[in-house]
């Protein structure tokens, strides 16, 4: 069977374009790296962290951000548990509401109760 290397991009519904690109690039320190210009009009964001090995994909989709608003579509892998803790530092610091931090299957740290503007959760997750 042909190899499969892993998770090339996550693609995410979302209302307002501008207001997530705002909300992904200061809360979580992605950059855009492309912009989808469909019609003249923009449709969707691609988004990676500085190393490009997280990548999300941000489309115009405002019934699909809806139906997801509350549920946690996607965990963001951290390497450390320690900087699962650093993360939500950053996020008090940015005054952004989280749940907070519980223990994970195997032991590790996830931070749980992040949302997006859509209320797509996002969760931080270290073994």
Do not use: C
């Not at 690039?25 to 190393?51: H, K, M, P, Y």
């Not at 509350?70 to 900087?83: I, K, T």
């Amino acid at each position: 069977m042909p190899d499969l290397s892993g998770i090339h991009h996550v693609k995410l519904p979302v209302s307002d374009l501008n207001r997530s690109r705002d909300w992904y690039t200061s809360v979580l320190g992605l950059r855009v790296e492309i912009e989808f210009i469909e019609e003249g009009a923009l449709q969707g964001l691609a988004l990676a962290d500085e190393e490009g090995r997280l990548r999300l994909a941000l489309r115009l989709d405002p019934a699909r951000a809806q139906a997801l608003s509350g549920f946690d579509l996607v965990a963001l892998e951290v390497s450390q548990r320690e900087d699962v803790k650093a993360w939500r530092e950053r996020l008090d610091d940015l005054g952004q509401p989280h749940g907070g931090l519980l223990t994970g299957h195997n032991g590790g740290s996830v931070l749980v109760g992040l949302h997006d503007p859509d209320g797509i959760e996002i969760r931080l997750y270290a073994q």
